[in-house]
């Protein structure tokens, strides 16, 4: 039987607002989903939901949108810094596509998620020529310039490639790219979801797989 006391590991749907528009998101895809009425989750809401007992018995603490990416909230690092304050060994991680808010904010952010088993997992398909094919309306070279700066300031970053027939031939620039700028490490996902998009030619490389 379910016992929210033995639960381990928190998933937080922080925002449904989102700068990019991804094709494969369900942001696009959900034709019930209302733009319109996105909202993000405040650090008042989230002590109201879960008890200071609750956040001490985590192990870790993840944001990933489904709808929205975290780093819209307002009080993102709020809420990671109030968890960390609760329980210092929890492992917090984030998911974003690096497009939004400035180098500051996330030079913030790196200072709090650079504990050992703490993550950042950028989401950057490409380079400067391809990566907004997927991750419409981002810019590759503001997320060059956050993902430096959350690195710099101790952040624990993790480069996630979902590989396209448009940027498969970048696969090991990007892998480079990524191990120039510190990034801890790089994973390759091949997606077999969007028949125009996808690269058949490419294979992953043992321990990368497909989605």
Not at 107 to 125: A, P, Q
Not at 141 to 163: C, D, P, Q, T, Y
Request: glycine share 6%.
């Amino acid at each position: 039987m379910f016992n929210i006391q033995n639960t381990k590991e928190l998933h937080m749907e922080t925002s449904s607002v989102c700068n990019a528009a991804c094709p494969l998101c369900m942001r696009e895809t959900d034709k019930n989903f209302n733009k319109k009425n996105a909202v993000s989750l405040s650090l008042n809401r989230v002590k109201e939901l879960f008890s200071v007992d609750f956040i001490a018995n985590l192990d870790s603490m993840f944001m990933c949108g489904t709808y929205g990416d975290p780093a819209a909230a307002p009080d993102t690092i709020e809420i990671f810094k109030y968890f960390r304050e609760i329980n210092p060994t929890i492992r917090l991680s984030i998911h974003s596509n690096g497009g939004l808010r400035s180098a500051r904010w996330w030079k913030e952010l790196g200072t709090v998620l650079c504990n050992e088993g703490d993550w950042c997992y950028f989401g950057i398909d490409g380079l400067t020529d391809t990566n907004h094919i997927h991750r419409v309306n981002t810019d590759f070279n503001k997320i060059m310039k956050n993902a430096a700066s959350f690195i710099s300031s101790g952040g624990r970053a993790h480069w996630e490639f979902l590989v396209f027939r448009h940027n498969e031939h970048q696969v090991e620039d990007a892998r480079q790219l990524s191990e120039d700028m510190g990034f801890a490490n790089f994973r390759v996902k091949v997606s077999r979801r969007f028949n125009i998009m996808i690269a058949p030619s490419i294979q992953p490389p043992i321990g990368e797989k497909y989605i």
